[in-house]
């Protein structure tokens, strides 16, 4: 019996300290980090949709944690402890299956993208594998009053009827559009939610312009000399940053994107609009006489100027489209105007 | 002298007076329905991980709120670890220890009563998360909180009975399978009332609580429990003892030490304290003495008997078993360092991982436990055409699985540090989910195997068709 006691009871001790030490105290000690400057509670609404985000396990495919790693930097500065103070269930995750939704409201700002990619994602993203929260939907035979339809695409849509958000999907799109990181206090006076200057390597111009620029292998090898047109960087930058809406093949979806192809300020000689439409975002823009509800999120945060000029001259030699190039330095010019 | 005590110890079995015949047969019933309960469970976690793996490929199959992939995932894994494995090696404990000590079950009603509370906890989380009711996705204890607690009243009940059944041996010493199954099922029911607890689990403090829980849960449940069923069914197999009792109680004092203190590494990089993050990478170093220490044991126990090997597929799971259990959790430490966390973490490869530890290691033990030791208690065999299926399925299943997540979420990591557009990591992963699949449906269909076996066991013709070379040590032991 002795023996019995010794290695149950004294194992189990054991044991009881270290969950004490490793699990219990840095518990307690991290459950009292205070919020960090800006960050908010959810309104209700939004905490809502956290739940329904919860309930139906986003996060096995989504995390919300960014790493200080260079990869990261896409999804926005890293993680701050004062960022998860009001997490609880906390929502890290451990899988990233799909991007990191930290950044979501920012990078994502449309609602009406929102609804479209929640009701069938491969509605704008061809190649998505997440499900279709269809069921959070209702198709009705009329949208009613002060609801707008969701603009599904022709192959996507109900064969009758008009599909417009339940509940469930007004709370998660609220709870979406909510992910914003706040500026670290010390990061400067720049916008909120801005990650380090350029998702890939703008600053490796110089180093990488000596060698050959025919050596066009992996997309991310060679940034040319500011003012020559990285095409295959561009195509790139274009599908992590701007496919998602305006389409693969330039051409939006219709009656919620506006399509790049044979678009006016797309083929301007000037490029002082298209430009300021990518550094500043755009909000209510009317395109060939279409009024366009969905803002477009600002990259001057997100964006070097050579990834920008990349992607603009991207767009301006695709699609049929026949724009004069831009030079980063143009970018920068257009940059410095602000506002 | 351990080893002579391990072999006073199986030799104790020896003795059966003929009132030992009820409690011999309330043994084997427990041993019977906890096996064939945790059969079914396997059944049906694995045919929800099939459609998840199709999924993959195909994401608008099986459509809807109750069939979505964020509600399915989690109801795979808890089932898989708490309705499967759990009870599987719960029944396997008891058997051992009751055996091992030479004594009856301390209480067969508790070992009722608790299988309806586990059984309760698994069918009732399962539906709770299927309808939308879960505690957040945080790994492993996902069920609400009142269902988790049912779980936990069950690990208690089971707790006592182990410690009520090896009170009631008449030596000084206890077999070290009695160390490991009782501290795990102690240390379960530490950690699942940390786990439960709410009063420091908030944003931050929750974190660092899912890192200790996830880890624990593998490492301080099914580690130990596994463990304690090989020191039995092992040597029990092959009419030897142990190579080293003083071995495997160094290993079961080093992993009670080092293990509860990694679990930081699963949130490496995040804002958790740095040092909690270092310690956790430091101690996953140090997971090796004792998982070397253990696996070693276990091969040079059965060193010389490659013939016998050959012929004993329960002896083979075990071999599997224990090359799982070496090459998993040394993967596991290399995974905590974080040169290779900056490629690795996040990916597929982790899902690759954890199924490499939980089913090439906990899952190939369980099934060479069940095969030697329930035609011990049933006098009923499977057929060696039965073992044979199973055993090649399951083993390249798991093999095709697991290679093809390896290299998949590889490819993943370098996607994402080459600046690729994100949705590129997609496209090019595709091709090794199919063959994930691919894996998944072969080890699926050897559970279905597996289940016909158990059927035989349990409920088949009895002992005379048995060939005996599937359990050689069945003669000398009896």
């Given amino acids: 019996?002795?023996?019995?006691?010794?290695?149950?009871?004294?194992?189990?001790?054991?044991?009881?300290?270290?969950?004490?030490?490793?699990?219990?105290?840095?518990?307690?000690?991290?459950?009292?980090?205070?919020?960090?400057?800006?960050?908010?509670?959810?309104?209700?609404?939004?905490?809502?949709?956290?739940?329904?985000?919860?309930?139906?396990?986003?996060?096995?495919?989504?995390?919300?944690?960014?790493?200080?790693?260079?990869?990261?930097?896409?999804?926005?500065?890293?993680?701050?402890?004062?960022?998860?103070?009001?997490?609880?269930?906390?929502?890290?995750?451990s899988e990233r299956t799909g991007p990191d939704l930290t950044n979501a409201g920012v990078r994502q700002p449309s609602t009406v993208w929102q609804y479209i990619h929640l009701y069938n994602p491969r509605a704008?993203?061809?190649?998505?594998?997440?499900?279709?929260?269809?069921?959070?939907?209702?198709?009705?035979?009329?949208?009613?009053?002060?609801?707008?339809?969701?603009?599904?695409?022709?192959?996507?849509?109900?064969?009758?009827?008009?599909?417009?958000?339940?509940?469930?999907?007004?709370?998660?799109?609220?709870?979406l559009l909510s992910l914003k990181q706040p500026a670290l206090p010390d990061s400067g006076s720049d916008a909120s939610a801005t990650p380090a200057v350029g998702s890939a390597s703008p600053t490796n111009a110089s180093t990488t312009a000596a060698t050959a620029p025919a050596t066009g292998a992996a997309p991310?090898?060679?940034?040319?000399?500011?003012?020559?047109?990285?095409?295959?960087?561009?195509?790139?930058?274009?599908?992590?940053?701007?496919?998602?809406?305006?389409?693969?093949n330039g051409e939006g979806l219709p009656g919620a994107f506006p399509s790049l192809k044979g678009n006016d300020v797309v083929n301007d000689a000037d490029p002082s609009g298209q430009l300021h439409a990518i550094l500043q975002g755009l909000q209510g823009a009317k395109v060939g006489g279409v009024v366009y509800s969905s803002p477009m999120p600002p990259f001057a945060g997100t964006l070097s100027d050579v990834d920008i000029a990349n992607i603009v001259d991207y767009e301006r030699s695709s699609w049929g489209n026949h724009g004069a190039p831009v030079t980063a330095a143009q970018v920068a010019a257009e940059r410095a105007k602000g506002k | 002298m351990p080893s002579e005590a391990s072999v006073v110890q199986t030799s104790m079995e020896g003795h059966h007076s003929s009132e030992s015949e009820d409690s011999s047969r309330v043994l084997t019933s427990v041993f019977v329905a906890y096996t064939a309960a945790s059969t079914l469970w396997l059944l049906f976690a694995t045919a929800v991980g099939v459609v998840l793996a199709y999924k993959f490929g195909a994401p608008d199959f099986a459509p809807g709120e109750w069939l979505t992939f964020g509600r399915l995932r989690p109801i795979h894994t808890n089932a898989t670890f708490y309705g499967w494995a759990s009870l599987a090696l719960i029944g396997l404990g008891y058997y051992v220890a009751a055996r091992s000590c030479g004594t009856p079950l301390y209480s067969a009603k508790l070992a009722w009563i608790a299988l309806v509370l586990f059984n309760v906890a698994v069918v009732a989380g399962t539906v709770a998360l299927d309808l939308g009711y879960s505690d957040g996705s945080l790994e492993y204890r996902e069920w609400p909180w009142p269902i988790r607690l049912i779980f936990l009243a069950g690990l208690v009940v089971t707790a006592m009975n182990l410690i009520g059944t090896v009170a009631r041996r008449d030596t000084e010493d206890i077999y070290l399978s009695n160390w490991y199954i009782i501290g795990g099922v102690l240390w379960a029911s530490t950690f699942s009332l940390v786990a439960v607890l709410p009063w420091y689990q908030y944003g931050l403090g929750q974190v660092s609580v899912s890192g200790f829980y996830m880890h624990n849960a593998v490492g301080m449940w099914f580690t130990p429990l596994t463990l304690g069923m090989l020191y039995y069914a092992l040597p029990k197999t092959l009419s030897?003892?142990?190579?080293?009792?003083?071995?495997?109680?160094?290993?079961?004092?080093?992993?009670?030490?080092?293990?509860?203190?990694?679990?930081?590494?699963?949130?490496?990089?995040?804002?958790?304290?740095?040092?909690?993050?270092?310690?956790?990478?430091?101690?996953?170093?140090?997971?090796?003495?004792?998982?070397?220490?253990?696996?070693?044991?276990?091969?040079?126990?059965?060193?010389?008997?490659?013939r016998d090997l050959a012929h004993s597929y329960p002896l083979m799971f075990i071999l599997v078993g224990v090359i799982g259990y070496v090459v998993g959790s040394t993967q596991g430490?290399?995974?905590?360092?974080?040169?290779?966390?900056?490629?690795?973490?996040?990916?597929n490869f982790t899902v690759g991982h954890s199924h490499l530890t939980m089913y090439g290691f906990v899952n190939f033990a369980i099934w060479g436990g069940v095969y030697a030791l329930l035609p011990l208690a049933t006098g009923k065999f499977p057929g060696r055409l039965g073992m044979s299926l199973h055993f090649w399925m399951a083993v390249v299943g798991s093999f095709i699985y697991v290679i093809s997540l390896s290299i998949g979420g590889t490819i993943q990591g370098l996607d994402w540090m080459h600046g690729a557009p994100f949705i590129q990591s997609v496209v090019d992963i595709q091709s090794y989910w199919v063959w994930r699949g691919v894996g998944g449906v072969l080890m699926f269909l050897s559970h279905i195997v597996f289940a016909w076996n158990v059927g035989r066991m349990c409920f088949g013709p009895s002992a005379e068709a048995a060939p005996l070379a599937t359990v050689p040590a069945e003669g000398a032991a009896a």
Avoid at chain 1, 228 to 236: E, I, N, P, R, V
Wanted: proline share 9%; glycine share 8%; with cysteine.
């Fill in chain 1, 220 to 248: 991310a090898a060679a940034v040319p000399a500011t003012g020559g047109a990285d095409l295959t960087k561009g195509q790139a930058l274009f599908t992590a940053n701007c496919a998602a809406c305006h389409q693969a």
């Fill in chain 2, 240 to 306: 030897r003892p142990i190579y080293s009792y003083a071995l495997g109680v160094f290993a079961f004092w080093t992993n009670l030490v080092f293990y509860p203190i990694i679990g930081a590494h699963h949130f490496l990089f995040t804002p958790l304290p740095w040092w909690l993050q270092t310690t956790a990478i430091v101690f996953s170093v140090a997971m090796l003495v004792p998982v070397w220490g253990g696996s070693t044991n276990f091969l040079l126990t059965m060193r010389g008997r490659l």
């Fill in chain 1, 1 to 93: 019996m002795n023996k019995l006691v010794l290695i149950a009871g004294g194992s189990a001790l054991v044991y009881a300290t270290l969950a004490l030490v490793m699990g219990v105290l840095p518990g307690i000690e991290l459950s009292l980090t205070p919020a960090g400057p800006g960050v908010e509670p959810l309104t209700p609404l939004q905490a809502e949709g956290r739940d329904v985000y919860v309930a139906n396990g986003c996060s096995y495919c989504h995390t919300q944690q960014v790493r200080p790693l260079p990869q990261d930097k896409i999804f926005g500065r890293p993680s701050a402890p004062g960022d998860f103070a009001y997490q609880t269930p906390e929502l890290l995750g």
């Fill in chain 1, 124 to 175: 704008v993203v061809p190649e998505s594998i997440m499900p279709a929260f269809d069921w959070m939907f209702k198709v009705v035979d009329q949208a009613p009053a002060g609801t707008a339809p969701v603009p599904l695409p022709k192959a996507y849509a109900p064969a009758r009827g008009v599909v417009v958000p339940g509940h469930q999907a007004e709370a998660l799109v609220a709870y």
């Fill in chain 2, 333 to 347: 430490t290399f995974e905590a360092f974080r040169s290779l966390q900056e490629v690795w973490h996040l990916t």
